[in-house]
């Protein structure tokens, strides 16, 4: 599923509903990874919006571990998760993207940059067993299960 999103913050509402409605339809996810795929799209789309002022491309799929999300936007800094200022209202949701996705991570695309995020398959779910699958990004983090 691919799609474009604008570059306003209610974009980001949007993008959650289209995004857990492919999940949804491909049924490898229990209703707690649900919550954790919209949250992380959530945050991604946010960055983006908030970065790059300019349209974002969402690109959802099912893969043989789960569900994984690209965000691509206009902006060629790659992110990188650093500890947030106590008193500052932002700077967390990459930190809540790490906590929630099996494995995250960002790499360029042209003038710009692509940001992903994958939610492992609940196995249970799905009704079948799969490999994990990392990337190997310019940036990236890996949680193993």
């Not at 599923?1 to 980001?12: E, R």
């Not at 959650?16 to 949250?39: I, N, P, T």
């Not at 800094?77 to 990459?94: I, K, N, V, Y």
Request: proline residues 2%; hydrophobic residues 45%; aromatic residues 4%.
């Amino acid at each position: 599923m691919l799609f474009k999103v604008s570059a306003d913050l209610g974009s980001a509402h949007l993008t959650r509903k289209l995004v857990v409605q492919a999940a949804r339809r491909w049924r490898l996810l229990s209703e707690a990874a649900m919550g954790d795929l919209e949250l992380c799209v959530g945050e991604i789309v946010a960055n983006a919006v908030e970065h790059t002022g300019s349209t974002s491309e969402v690109r959802v799929s099912a893969t043989a571990s789960g569900v994984r999300v690209e965000v691509v936007d206009s902006d060629p800094q790659l992110p990188m998760s650093a500890a947030p200022d106590a008193d500052g209202e932002s700077g967390r949701g990459l930190l809540l993207v790490d906590a929630l996705a099996s494995g995250w991570g960002a790499f360029r695309v042209g003038a710009g940059k692509a940001v992903w995020f994958e939610i492992a398959a609940d196995l249970a779910t799905a009704g079948y067993g799969g490999g994990r699958q990392h990337d190997h990004d310019a940036v990236g983090h890996c949680t193993t299960a």
